[in-house]
T-cell receptor, first 115, second 114 residues
């Protein structure tokens, strides 16, 4: 049973470059979440989708961040242009029910370093 | 402004003993709480949860206690095992508006020594 799959695992890029993070949720799950983890702020919800529709993007820090979910099995988080302060671990998670009591299943994250 | 606080960044316990991880929250609107465990280079995994209508929930070696008046919850692991060594996150939901938005603590790193 494949879990949430994220790629790449590590990304190192220079300031100003475009970065695209990818996520494949667990098959059959209809809610997908993008989180960012930093030492200072911990885990922060950036955006979440239900049935491929963005429900809440209030956590997206700036217009430089955008997320899409073109179908039920794929989502991207894009940063353009990237800045050093975007360096963090980005997690994707999915859940099977649109219920706040439904646990999240996380991928192993993408560690982004912007120099 | 941390609405969910885990004041102990780390905890060290001997194998076989009890581990107690604490979590405090400030928002009285929170009514559902979860604990996740995270190993290095992996994503968090769900461990146990509790609704505010309860004061205790147990699952095997893991028990979560909720004290609503004190806005405090704790996770007890008995007996602790070396494989329990991980970072434990407390999370809360129910502050209105977006029900799927969890507010997370910064985590407590647990080391269980053989």
């Amino acid at each position: 049973d494949a879990g949430v799959i994220q790629s790449p695992r590590h990304e190192v890029t220079e300031m100003g470059q475009e970065v695209t993070l990818r996520c494949k949720p667990i098959s059959g799950h209809n809610s997908l979440f993008w989180y960012r983890q930093t030492m200072m702020r911990g885990l922060e919800l950036l955006i979440y989708f239900n049935n491929n529709v963005p429900i809440d993007d209030s956590g997206m820090p700036e217009d430089r961040f955008s997320a899409k979910m073109p179908n039920a099995s794929f989502s991207t988080l894009k940063i353009q242009p990237s800045e050093p302060r975007d360096s963090a671990v980005y997690f994707c998670a999915s859940s099977g029910l649109h219920s706040r009591n439904s646990p999240l299943h996380f991928g192993n994250g993408t560690r982004l370093t912007v120099t | 402004d941390q609405q969910v606080k885990q004041n102990s960044p780390s905890l060290s316990v001997q194998e076989g003993r009890i581990s107690i991880l604490n979590c405090d929250y400030t928002n009285s609107m929170f009514d559902y709480f979860l604990w996740y465990k995270k190993y290095p280079a992996e994503g968090p995994t769900f461990l146990i949860s509790i609704s505010s209508i309860k004061d205790k929930n147990e699952d095997g070696r893991f028990t979560v206690f909720l004290n609503k008046s004190a806005k405090h919850l704790s996770l007890h692991i008995v007996p602790s095992q070396p494989g329990d060594s991980a970072v434990y996150f407390c999370a809360a939901s129910g502050d209105g508006g977006n029900n799927r938005k969890l507010i997370w603590g910064l985590g407590t790193s647990l080391a269980v020594n053989p």
